[in-house]
């Protein structure tokens, strides 16, 4: 049986994992917790091949983490000490504050003025864990900061409890059949003129046009749909755009599941189809059924939008983000084989095989 919790994400280099029975060829993104690095460790542990899993130590929820000695669990500690130096030596190169960042990056292209919040980021952090213990870490692993595209895990996995329970009976069915119309909230509204309030679109369809109505949660959840639209202010083709700008937004449907694309919006309506299904807070089902449960720091934060807020059942509740792409809403390294698992935030992209060679040096033992 597939894994629905597991959204597919071969084009974010930041996880090694297992592959999944449709498509071997594509890594998955791990179910991982938002901001606090040891519990990253933990949730991906889990995610790991039941083999690998036997006789493993994993902290039971509430109990702190125990710390071993590198050597104790076959690792060599003036190795591994030579990949968090390197880790130093090679932080990302953007800028600290990260709306500052965001304007030199995503900023610049079309409607990419941010509309969630932005934090200033840390310094270079990490851990590493092997059998299930804690052997490494360093600068502060606990402070809260943006997880960016780590986000869309979180999103995979509030669908996933949803399709253990039922509430979406097959990932093949089409979204379309489980959304009603979508009504915004615009606290701005009452104070407009009721003539341009009736030049408004006062309701969402996110997948009501002939391509969208064929596109089914597995679609959706593997980033295969080309979803066609705008939601919350950003049209698809304005995220990461490509190829000629006259054809952007003209330019022919590729058939549902024939090709993979990266797409931030296209995330969002997949957060928004769920929040139609739970019609609750998604943050609220994930700390319900997985935060809590695990034991996990009530520090972390999903947020949204401040453009996307909707009436659900007489509340106005905000549909998530599934990525840090206009704000809202680290790399993980998971090497099952090795019984090992690492976590680094803020290194550059291109760096970091040469931190995981490192890594992978240290090991005196296979497992």
């Known amino acids: 049986m597939r894994e629905p919790w597991r959204a597919l994400d071969p084009g974010a280099l930041d ?8 498509h071997p060829e594509l890594s998955v993104k791990m179910q991982i917790s938002p901001r606090l690095l040891p519990l990253l460790a933990a949730l991906s542990l889990l995610a790991a091949p039941a083999g690998a ?24 500690s003036a190795r591994l000490q030579e990949a968090v130096a390197f880790h130093r030596a090679h932080e990302s190169r953007a800028p600290r504050d990260l709306v500052q960042a965001h304007y030199q990056t995503f900023g610049r292209e079309p409607f990419g003025e941010p509309v969630g919040p932005f934090k200033p980021r840390g310094d270079p952090a990490g851990i590493v864990v092997r059998r299930g213990y804690l052997v490494a870490e360093w600068g502060d692993p606990r402070r809260v900061d943006m997880t960016f595209s780590v986000t869309k895990s979180f999103l995979s996995s509030v669908v996933g409890l949803a399709y253990d329970r039922r509430m979406i009976r097959s990932l093949d069915d089409p979204v379309a059949a489980y959304m009603a119309p979508v009504f915004p909230v615009d606290a ?43 939601l919350w202010g950003k049209p698809e083709w304005a995220d990461r755009p490509t190829g000629e700008p006259s054809t952007w937004a003209t330019r022919p449907r ?4 024939t090709a993979y694309e990266y797409n931030d919006v296209r995330v969002n309506a997949l957060a928004l189809a769920a929040l139609q299904v739970w019609r609750r807070p998604l943050p609220q089902v994930l700390r319900e059924l997985v935060m809590e449960p695990i034991g996990a720091s009530n520090t972390w934060r999903w947020a949204g939008y401040e453009t996307s807020w909707v009436e ?15 704000g809202g809403g680290m790399f993980i390294y998971v090497d099952p084989e090795h019984d090992l698992v690492v976590v680094v935030r803020w290194i550059e992209n291109d760096q970091l095989d040469g931190f995981v060679q490192r890594v992978l040096a240290s090991l005196t033992e296979p497992r």
């Not at 003129?193 to 391509?211: D, G, I, K």
């Open 188 to 230: 701005s509204a009452a104070a407009r003129p009721a003539a341009e309030r009736m030049a408004r679109t006062e309701v969402l369809e996110p997948f009501a046009t002939p391509h969208n109505r064929r596109l089914t949660w597995d679609h959706m959840l593997r980033q295969v749909s080309d979803w066609e639209g705008t």
């Open 53 to 76: 899993q036997r006789g493993a130590y994993v902290p039971a929820p509430g109990e702190g983490w125990e710390h071993r000695s590198p050597a104790r669990v076959g690792i060599d």
């Open 15 to 22: 996880v090694a994992t297992a592959s999944t029975p449709r």
């Open 254 to 257: 590729k058939e549902p599941g």
């Open 312 to 326: 659900m059942d007489g509340e106005a509740v905000q549909s998530v983000s599934g990525g840090g792409h206009w």
